[in-house]
């Protein structure tokens, strides 16, 4: 189950990078998306996947007996959906507000804050 | 004394609070926001006091013990930071109600410069690897929201790079805290320095440090990951500028120092001779691209990637001289960057432009806020008897001492061309006449504008000459926090025996 999920992470945090280094503004965020999910999952695998362990102490006893998935990691991916959502979200809107007033969708032509040569930059009004 | 910890984080949150429900016109805003930084400010005094009293003080979150619960730790490097961020929130408070424009206000600015705070302060305080993460995502959504609010299109575009390279940093801190979990079973830190020693796995602890290193470093702004810093920094407003400049960088710095202290075991890791690497091309990267600029704020922020590279140098020498020399250094460069960003507005709000070749003659038209330029201008560069002097002078002694002559020379050749940036703004921006001749001046600051923009400049001015001229305590003080960091042994005892309920 590990080994599936690593490669599963692996395929992926690949895709991810090949989506991020895209020059266009959406498909970076697509990029940002599938690593930030893959993280999660890479969060899950670290707490031990099993099938129907769930972590119950059996009662009259300190621990439980048998190997059992750990709570923690999951709830710290809750934790991590929650905020991975909103900054996402976030970013969406930013991109799209960008793409808007700057009128390009290609990263690389995004220049208003930083313009090509100071030359340039010293002509505006 | 603990329940102290948890004030420097829930002030700034219930200002947030009170800004949020009520108080509908600026002028209030600005007046419940500075009223609750400055209570900030006290309660960091009060914490400041209580650690050097007692000792590192713990608090519990929720009275569970520590290695399952959110531990929440002061100790000296912690508490100094707190001390300094509510220096510097303060200053940019009191500046924003001078500067920043109504519908600014109106969408909420007031607010999310205290939620800013409490993730910065969180940050500091915390003892826990994943509740740090959690401060990070606080702080950063806070900042990715003062980057864009009420911006045009420059703004848009900072915030656009800043948001995208910000989050790969969060991706990458939260992978290493997975995987840190997965490998230790805790994400406790002093429970991480008594676990991870022992773990046989020198090989993976290492893989996982770098994940740390490049999540950090991207938030440090090292080399070659710190491209989002000068396509962000000169575009939102200048006291939102003064806030990041001051204090953003800075909580990446201290998470590498608290990591590669504290939590990794450094001597087994050999990661010590990338880290000077990075750092001295950090300084020397970003001190270039600062002499290629011609604008003002640009200038200041490749200066703080340079200046970044000293403290990681710090880190990355190790010496217990070395570290002490880090620490005061980032203090002193929190307090001074923020000043010069402080200044930065100023000029702009005289001459109308940062672009230096649009401005000129403040020297002439404005001696107070000339002589007010040089204070941190010369501190950055290294004059004596200014703080920065004493800041390189530890971290150029460390470097002697530990016989890494070209470390030592980085050190010597990056500091003569931060004059060579200081001296150009001053010579553009201060001594030459207005290209646009007398015409182009922007009415005079007086009355209530020239007290809120001016008075902040001024007390931070101040503090970098009192430093400067009494830096015995300071230093005394940074020698401490270097040596409990060293030897974490009291650290681990308070967090993990002592500080239980």
Known sequence: MEALLALLIGALVAASVYLMLSRHVVRFLFGLVLFSNAVNLLLFAAGRVLWGAPPLVPEGLEAPLEAVANPLPQALILTAIVIGFGLLAFALVLSVRGVAALGTADLDAMRAAEPRSDAASSERP | MKAWIVAPIVIPLATATLLVLGFSTPRRQHAVAVAGTFALAVAAVA?????????????????????????????????????????????SVVFAAGEVDESRMRFGFAPLVQVLLAGVCGAFLTGDVFNLYVWFEVMLIASFALLAIGGGREQLDGALKYVALNLISTLMFLSGAGLLYGMAGSLNMADLNQRLPGLGQ???????????????GIKAALFPVFSWLPASYHTPPVAVSALFAGLLTKVGVYALIRFFTII????????DGVLVVVAALTMVTGVLGAAAQSEFRRILGFHIVSQVGYMVMGLALGSPLALAGAIFYTLHHIIVKSNLFLLSGVSKRLSGSFELSRSGGLYTRAPLVAALFLIPAFSLAGFPPLSGFWSKLLLIQAGIELEQWWVVAVLVIVGLLTVYSMTKIWAEAFWKAHPDGDDAWREPLVGRERALLLAPVIALALITVAIGLWPAPLFEFARAAAADLLDPTAYVTAVLGGGSR
């Open chain 2, 202 to 216: 020198p090989g993976l602890v290492a893989a996982v440090a770098v994940m740390f290193l490049l999540a950090f």
């Open chain 2, 264 to 271: 990794f075991p450094r001597e087994q890791l050999g990661l």
């Open chain 2, 47 to 91: 914490l400041l006091l209580g650690v050097e009293r007692e000792g590192i003080l713990v608090l519990q979150a929720g009275g569970w013990a520590a290695p399952f619960g959110i531990t929440l730790v002061a100790d000296r490097l912690g508490v100094a930071m707190v001390m300094v961020t509510a220096i510097i929130g303060l200053a």
